[in-house]
């Protein structure tokens, strides 16, 4: 990454709150994932909370906060975040409660987002009956794949609860950088057509507009 020719993407944020009403208690993990020509600055790729127990009105406060900076000179593969929910039962095993994505907004502002997250479902009832009696439930091979669109296709799922994050985006580009406002000083005219056409060597032939015929 040219730092001449680089922009910047600085993120706080605070995961504030979760609700899922079949959960017992909830552990959060932030992943985040980038594209090849991102770069991460400064801060961490992954933050987990501690296991957090519902009150009185099922929401469940769990006051995660996280910050990055990003860097790169292309904007394919913006960064974003994976979430992985997870809950331990009474005999004291962990186990995954949802997935989610959060997509990091492209202007800077402060934004109040809440991220929707799922479980797959079974692709069989023998499956469904397994994961029943052993108590787990189906899991993504990989789990970043909530971030991209590689592999869900024909995925079911099912919605399992929700999470609440606030974000503070910050943005900076250098001078030097690619700047959309540039496009005007290029000409993209395309050639008028009363132009003539070009003329043709001795040994070849002057051939009629498609149009014209």
């Known amino acids: 990454m040219d730092r001449k020719s680089a922009f910047v993407v600085v993120v ?25 020509e991102w770069k991460l600055i400064s801060g961490q790729t992954q933050h987990i909370s501690a296991y957090c127990t519902p009150g009185s009105t099922s929401i469940i406060a769990v006051d995660l906060p ?15 975040y994976v979430l992985t929910c997870y809950t331990r039962n009474r005999n004291g095993h962990d186990r995954i409660n949802g997935y ?16 929707r997250c799922y479980m797959p479902e079974p692709s069989s009832l ?33 919605t399992k609860g929700t999470v609440e994050i606030e974000l503070n985006i910050q943005t900076r580009v250098s001078d030097t950088s690619f700047n ?31 149009e014209e015929t």
């Open 100 to 115: 989610g994505a959060l997509f990091l907004p492209t202007t800077p502002g402060q934004y109040k987002l809440k991220v």
């Open 180 to 210: 959309f406002k540039n496009m005007k000083k290029v000409d993209f005219t395309p050639p008028s057509r009363s132009q003539p056409p070009p003329l043709a060597s001795n040994n070849e032939d002057i051939r009629s507009d498609p």
């Open 126 to 158: 023998i499956q469904s009956l397994i994961s029943m009696f052993r108590g787990l439930s189906a899991e993504l091979v990989n789990p970043l794949m909530p971030a991209y669109a590689d592999g869900r296709y024909g995925l079911r799922v099912s």
């Open 12 to 36: 706080h944020g605070n995961l504030t709150s979760a609700h899922f009403p079949q959960a017992e208690n909830t552990c959060i993990k932030l992943t985040c994932t980038y594209g090849r």
């Open 66 to 80: 996280f910050e990055a900076c990003f860097g790169s000179n292309d904007p394919y593969q913006w960064p974003r």
